[in-house]
C-alpha cells in the first residue's frame, strides 16, 4: 500500500510517515500541492492525503484538479486538517472522500487510513 501525503508543514509529514511506516505502509510526501499533483500523476497512489490549508493552491484547489485526471479517478482523497468547524468539514466533504482532524490522534489515525486504504 503506497499513501502521498501532500502538507506544508514539515513535522506533520514526519509525524505521518512514522505512523503509517511503522504500519508496513508506503508514504511518499510533497510539501505543496503543485508537487504533489505531479507526484501523483506519477506514483498513482492507493490514497492521497491532503492538507487543505496551504500557501499558493490550497488543498481543495489541488483536489478537484486531481479529481480531472482519469488515471487517479479511484483514488481516495481524504482531507487532513485544522479547520473543524461544521462549515470546514462539509466543504471538505463535497469534494474529498473523507476528513480526517488535525491534532493527528496517534492511536486512531492507522485505523482511519486504514479504512479508506480498503474501501
Known sequence: ???????DNVFNRTLVRRILEAEGIKVAE??????????????VPDL???DL???ELDGLTATRTLRQIPALS?????????NVMPDDRQRALEICDGYIP???????????????LKS
Open 1 to 7: 500500500m503506497h499513501v502521498l501525503y501532500i502538507e
Open 30 to 43: 510533497a510539501d505543496n500541492a503543485d508537487d504533489g499533483i505531479e507526484m501523483a500523476r506519477t506514483l
Open 48 to 50: 492521497i492525503l491532503m
Open 53 to 55: 490549508s496551504m500557501p
Open 74 to 82: 479511484h483514488v481516495p482523497i481524504v482531507a487532513v486538517t485544522a
Open 102 to 116: 488535525k491534532p493527528i490522534d496517534v492511536d486512531r489515525f492507522p485505523t482511519e487510513v486504514m479504512r479508506y
